[in-house]
């Protein structure tokens, strides 16, 4: 019987894992993938973060990247490496968790060849769950190359001809750029191209600094302005987007709202000489497997700082948790300290409950 079984190995995961080693208790890391930060490794090979490499430490060990350089996913990935390693964490690889239970206050985590039993239990599974792509979609002919953004790695995946991008968040326009400059051929844009965008150095000072010192970071999602940052939208960081739309091949075409076989449709115009298709259309989460769980009108678990409704579940890592840092590399260890911290007091006060003697001895 483990003290905590922690789902995930990905920033969130080895944050609240240091926290946990910290404090003597028995736990182990489970995660689906093979390999130590495939979650980093199976986006794009390009993708590099838009925080600078001293904003992007886990708590005991520093980021092994020169101070205001931004590191690519490889460099992330060694960097989570080094870490379980460094904190000799036990983790279990190539684990899908298929469905966890709780009966008389112990949790049941089941994957594909057992079961593991503990008292507490931490996903940290990210919100990146279910690749979203519009119904719509299956309409398309199979002559047209289709890959959702979680599967595009490098233009040199597409057929010779047009492509369309399909989404304006800063995926879409990073691979929308990326496309763009490797092919003489028209790379339509289907998105709002009146976004807000910020550079990555204002002042000589990197945007984070200016974050950190600002306190934007720190921002609760509790407060007005908090709400205020959610319910609108995102910036692009770090991406010259009207330097892209620009560009002479590159085609602007509005929303996509249909497709029929070789034909999509969208607000300007019917494009029907299409090669290829990139969707950076977003996910959709997805905690179905987790029974008799709570979740809010987005589905994310309905939870309080990461403390959810069911008694010894928590959740970490999940976007705006807390504040807007919550879901980035160096933010998430605020939250891994909270968290555990809220668990030593229940834990007390449960102790004092049943053994009230020696609450007061």
């Not at 986006?43 to 980021?63: I, M, Q, V």
């Not at 039993?117 to 990210?126: D, E, F, M, P």
């Amino acid at each position: 019987m483990l003290d905590f079984v922690i789902i995930g190995a990905a920033q969130a995961g080895l944050s609240i894992a240091y926290e946990l080693k910290l404090r003597g208790y028995s736990f182990i890391i489970l995660d689906k993938e093979n390999e130590i930060g495939a979650s980093w490794l199976n986006r794009w090979d390009s993708l590099k973060l838009f925080t600078p490499a001293e904003f992007n430490n886990l708590k005991g060990l520093d980021f092994p990247a020169p101070k205001g350089s931004y590191p690519n996913k490889y460099e992330v990935a060694d960097y989570f490496k080094s870490y379980v390693s460094h904190f000799d964490f036990p983790i279990q690889l190539n684990t899908l968790v298929t469905k966890v239970t709780k009966d008389k206050q112990i949790f049941k985590i089941f994957h594909d060849t057992s079961t593991i039993k503990s008292r507490h239990l931490i996903v940290a599974t990210g919100p990146f769950h279910i690749p979203y792509i519009p119904r719509f979609s299956k309409n398309i002919s199979d002559h047209i190359t289709q890959l959702h953004s979680n599967f595009y790695k490098k233009p040199e995946q597409l057929e010779k001809g047009k492509t369309l991008v399909v989404g304006d968040g800063d995926s879409g326009y990073q691979i929308l750029d990326e496309i763009s400059r490797s092919t003489p051929n028209t790379v339509y844009f289907s998105g709002n191209t009146s976004v807000q965008t910020l550079p990555q150095e204002i002042l000589g000072k990197t945007l984070w600094w200016w974050f950190t010192i600002t306190g934007f970071l720190s921002i609760s999602k509790d407060s007005w302005l908090g709400q205020k940052i959610i319910n609108s939208r995102q910036p692009i960081i770090g991406t010259d987007v009207k330097a892209i739309l620009f560009r002479q091949n590159v085609v602007c075409v509005g929303h996509t709202v249909d497709a029929n076989q070789t034909e999509v449709i969208t607000e300007k115009e019917v494009l029907k000489d299409l090669r290829n298709i990139v969707w950076a259309t977003g996910y959709r989460p997805n905690f179905k497997w987790i029974k008799g769980l709570e979740l809010d009108k987005d589905n994310y678990p309905a939870h309080k700082r990461g403390v959810s409704h069911m008694k010894g579940l928590f959740f970490i890592g999940l976007p705006w948790l807390h504040t807007r840092a919550s879901a980035t590399l160096g933010g998430v260890k605020e939250d891994a300290e909270y968290l555990v911290n809220q668990i030593e007091k229940h834990s007390q006060k449960e102790a004092a409950q049943e053994f009230p003697e020696a609450a007061t001895s």
